[in-house]
């Protein structure tokens, strides 16, 4: 079975520009989360969703963020424009809905560095 | 809120050496806690998990006990090996869903 998958692996983009990231969860995993890790910090919860419907967006710092899960599937995180303090690791997670939620899969993350 | 504080590192052993990586928390209620470990360019993984009061996680001769009364979760090895050399994070889950996790501690194993 393959875990989660995120793309791109690294990214390097200047102030002011726009940034895609990609979350490819486990297949049949309806439970979907973002986090992300700034240099040397906590990793912070940034939002969750189940299917295609965000639960809990508690955690989305600001409106440059915007995530997407369209069809329940894969997930897209858009930081538009992007500022030098959104630099960080980006992990994406996945988990069952119901028994064994507890455990979320995680990704390699993206490693994402704002010029 | 819900908050983790653990040992900031870097924590350096020799190879066969005791650890412990000291985890406390602060949450409402009963979390479930848990460690997570990252090998160098690998994703997060589950380590162990406890999810009430005087259970003991085991995984991998790693062992860490919830401890109610002092808000802990320690992370214990006997005798740790080069290839236990990652980053360790310790984490919780309250109400909801989604983890709280501490700053993550960089454990470098030597021979």
């Known amino acids: 079975e393959a875990g989660v998958t995120q793309f791109p692996s690294h990214s390097v983009i200047e102030k002011g520009q726009t940034v895609t990231l990609r979350c490819d969860p486990i297949?049949?995993?309806?439970?979907l989360y973002w986090y992300r890790r700034v240099m040397g910090k906590e990793i912070k919860f940034l939002l969750h969703?189940?299917?295609?419907?965000?639960?809990?967006e508690s955690g989305m710092p600001n409106n440059r963020f915007l995530a997407e899960r369209t069809g329940g599937t894969y997930s897209t995180l858009k930081v538009q424009p992007a500022e030098l303090e959104d630099s960080g690791v980006y992990f994406c997670?996945?988990?069952?809905?119901?028994?064994?939620?507890?455990?979320?899969?995680f990704g390699p993350g993206t490693r994402l560095t704002v010029t | 809120g819900n908050s983790v504080t653990q040992m900031e590192g870097p924590v350096t052993l020799s190879e066969e050496a005791f650890l412990t990586i000291n985890c406390t928390y602060t949450?409402?209620?009963?979390?479930?806690l848990f460690w997570y470990v990252q090998y160098p360019g690998e994703g997060l993984q589950l380590l162990l998990k406890a999810t009430k009061a005087d259970d003991k996680g085991s995984n991998k001769g790693f062992e860490a006990t919830y401890r109610k009364e002092t808000t802990s979760f320690h992370l214990e090895k006997g005798s740790v090996q080069v290839s236990d050399s990652a980053v360790y994070f310790c984490?919780?889950?309250?109400?909801?869903?989604?983890?709280?996790f501490g700053t993550g501690t960089q454990l470098k194993v030597e021979l």
């Open positions: 297949s049949g995993h309806d439970n």
């Open positions: 997670a996945s988990s069952h809905l119901g028994q064994g939620a507890y455990e979320q899969y």
């Open positions: 949450a409402t209620g009963y979390p479930s």
């Open positions: 984490a919780l889950r309250g109400g909801g869903n989604k983890l709280t």
């Open positions: 969703f189940v299917k295609e419907s965000k639960q809990d």
